[in-house]
């Protein structure tokens, strides 16, 4: 069962940026689909973006042309570059396949505040 850490997160203030990353334990590139998910206080999980093997990437349209998602394979981790943030942003962040499995990391808490 591959096993991801997230980390990268921080306060923020709005219009700034951050950049995730999730590194699995497992080879990055041996995973079909690796998406990034959030979950804000008093509401499920959802996805906010995924990359498939080839490169290809789908975002929710709440992030579309703000977040990036990328593989980086020299550091075995995908990464989620969040620029232009705003406090509706504000959740924790976790990855995990694409379906996801049930297993999940402890995610990592980004806040956008002034």
């Known amino acids: 069962q591959v096993q991801f850490v997230e980390s990268g997160g921080g306060l923020v203030q709005p219009g700034g940026s951050l950049r995730l990353s999730c590194a699995a334990s497992?080879?990055?590139?041996?995973?079909?689909?690796v998406g990034w998910y959030r979950q804000a206080t008093g509401n499920q999980r959802v996805l906010v973006a995924r990359?498939?093997?080839?490169?290809?990437?789908v975002y929710s349209d709440s992030v579309k042309g703000r977040f990036t998602i990328s593989r980086d394979g020299a550091k075995n981790t995908v990464n989620l570059q969040m620029n232009r943030l705003k406090p509706e942003d504000t959740a924790v962040y976790y990855c995990?396949?694409?379906?996801?499995?049930?297993?999940w990391g402890q995610g990592t808490q980004v806040t956008v505040s002034s």
């Open positions: 497992i080879n990055i590139f041996s995973i079909n689909s």
């Open positions: 990359i498939g093997l080839g490169g290809s990437t």
């Open positions: 995990n396949r694409w379906p996801p499995t049930t297993t």
